[in-house]
T-cell receptor, first 119, second 114 residues
Framework: DVKVTQSSRYLVKRTGEKVFLECVQDMDHENMFWYRQDPGLGLRLIYF???????EKGDIPEGYSVSREKKERFSLILESASTNQTSMYLCASSRGPGTSGRAGGNEQFFGPGTRLTVL | SQQGEEDPQALSIQEGENATMNCSYK?????LQWYRQNSGRGLVHLIL?????REKHSGRLRVTLDTSKKSSSLLITASRAADTASYFCATGDFFSGGYNKLIFGAGTRLAVHP
């Protein structure tokens, strides 16, 4: 059974703390993504990675960084947590385009989410 | 930036009725996907329709795609209480490097009452 796991379901941190959210996938996927989800705003892409040590900014990267040292693991880092980073954080993975160069957005597999509260 | 926009934002129906949700998008796409999210959980992929397809079925799900109108619809037939969830459309687009990024809409909240 394919799986994307996230290190915590619920997390409470204080303003100014450094926060690490971990995501692990067991499907040997090339692509990994971090989203945040807020009511009425849907999913917004923070960062994604298409290969080990590679990363690209999404739509809302400010205040976040990422790390991908191994193919199966993608970490989201809040350098100095702020109250406006209280949100649901979702990790996802997907296959890359492969040698066929097939384009256009493969199915993404999501983790269960981490609900982060910053006080 | 959001590409897909779902309509309606919320839908409330009785068990056994059909539920129809619509999605509009802005740019050319390679495929369109629908996902379901149960309360407080991650998203689960339901169905993918490619830009050269007009209709696709999967069990009680029927998806249509009209690329001329840049719109899609998801029909759930004979709904059940277990279908209560939020439903999101996502569009797949090719951009530099071939990274398979999806752009999600804000979702439709479906409530199915017994």
């Amino acid at each position: 059974d394919v799986k994307v796991t996230q290190s915590s379901r619920y997390l409470v941190k204080r303003t100014g703390e450094k926060v690490f959210l971990e995501c692990v996938q067991d499907m040997d996927h090339e692509n990994m993504f971090w989203y945040r989800q807020d009511p009425g705003l849907g999913l917004r892409l923070i960062y994604f990675s298409y290969d080990v040590k590679m990363k690209e900014k999404g739509d809302i990267p400010e205040g976040y960084s990422v790390s991908r040292e191994k193919k199966e693991r993608f970490s989201l880092i809040l350098e100095s947590a702020s109250t406006n980073q209280t949100s649901m954080y979702l990790c996802a993975s997907s296959r890359g385009p492969g040698t066929s160069g097939r384009a256009g957005g493969n199915e993404q597999f999501f983790g269960p989410g981490t609900r982060l509260t910053v006080l | 930036s959001q590409q897909g926009e779902e309509d309606p934002q919320a839908l409330s129906i009785q068990e056994g009725e059909n539920a129809t949700m619509n999605c509009s998008y802005k740019t050319s796409i390679n495929n369109l996907q629908w996902y379901r999210q149960n309360s407080g959980r991650g998203l689960v992929h339901l169905i993918l329709i490619r830009s050269n397809e007009r209709e696709k079925h999967s069990g009680r799900l029927r998806v249509t795609l009209d690329t001329s109108k840049k719109s899609s619809s998801l029909l759930i037939t004979a709904s059940r209480a277990a279908d209560t969830a939020s439903y999101f459309c996502a569009t797949g687009d090719f951009f530099s490097g071939g990274y398979n990024k999806l752009i999600f809409g804000a979702g439709t909240r479906l409530a199915v009452h017994p």
